[in-house]
Every structure is written in C-alpha cells, then in structure tokens.
C-alpha cells in the first residue's frame, strides 16, 4: 500500500519547479494521483503527473509518470528533469520502482526514458479494448526505473 502526503516536498532544481495542479486521493478501483504544472520562472512550460500505485493497466500501458512539455519549450530536457523531481516524491511515497512507457516512435520520450535511467523491458502491443488503442495507440515502450 501506497501511503499518501499531507504535505508534499518542494519540487525543484535549479530552474524548474513542479507546482501541485490537482491531486486525487486513493478511492475503490483509484490509484492516488498528484498532476503538477513545469514552471520556469512562474511561466507554464508543460506538466507532469504521478500516479502513486501500480496495477497492470500503469505497469503495460499507461506508466506511473506521465509528461507533456509544450511545443515552443521542447528541447530543454524538462521532462527528464520534471521525472527526477517526480523520483523525489515517489521516494516519499514509499515507491521502490517506477515504470514509464512511450509510444515506439516517440524518438524524444524514449530519450527521456534513457536520460532518466530507465530500463527498457520490452514493447508490448495495446489490446482493442484498452482506451488507449482507442486513441491511437498500438504498442507501448515499457521502461522500469528502480528508485
């Protein structure tokens, strides 16, 4: 079991910081869930999210850790640098691994996966009735990252 915070730790290096955007507490069938805004001095570069709990649905498909840095901010390495933050908190949490997955040709997120020290597992294909085959998606890069 996955303890949740009263009070999360400061999320920061040296230019980024991580700002709490909504958070969801454990419930039946609801893994706690704690979804932050990337800021660079005070502006939105992105967002970053961690799902603090594991079932197989995070484990194949979807991943622990999820990041989208938006376009004009791409290149900086702030995704990598949000996962490390995000390292921290899972830390906290008592999390010993994190997994996060990409799609195949996600050149840039599997890079991310490998900066971050992350273990690729395999690549696995997305069934038809998971959501995300719905959106697109056919198979799934699975990255294991031990804490």
């Known amino acids: 079991m996955i303890a949740e915070l009263?009070?999360?730790?400061?999320?920061a290096d040296r230019e980024l910081s991580l700002?709490?955007?909504?958070?969801?507490?454990?419930?039946?069938n609801r893994i706690p869930t704690y979804r932050f805004d990337?800021?660079?001095e005070g502006e939105r570069v992105g967002s970053a999210t961690l799902r603090a709990g594991l079932n197989d649905y995070l484990e194949r498909y979807a991943?622990?850790?999820?990041?989208?840095?938006?376009?004009?901010?791409?290149?900086r390495r702030y995704a990598a640098r949000s996962c490390l933050l995000l390292f921290h908190l899972a830390r906290c949490l008592n999390m010993t691994t994190v997994w996060v997955t990409c799609?195949?040709?996600?050149?840039a997120s599997r890079r991310?996966?490998?900066i971050i020290?992350?273990?690729?597992?395999d690549i696995v294909d997305v069934p038809?009735?998971?959501?995300?085959?719905?959106?697109?998606?056919?198979?799934?890069?699975?990255?294991?990252?031990?804490l």
């Open 112 to 114: 991310t996966c490998e």
């Open 128 to 146: 038809p009735e998971v959501d995300l085959y719905r959106e697109g998606d056919r198979q799934k890069c699975r990255y294991r990252i031990r």
């Open 6 to 11: 009263d009070v999360l730790p400061v999320l």
């Open 117 to 121: 020290g992350g273990e690729m597992v």
């Open 103 to 107: 799609n195949p040709e996600n050149v």
């Open 38 to 40: 990337m800021k660079v």
């Open 19 to 28: 700002v709490l955007a909504e958070r969801t507490f454990a419930m039946p």
């Open 63 to 75: 991943g622990q850790i999820g990041y989208a840095v938006d376009y004009p901010f791409r290149g």
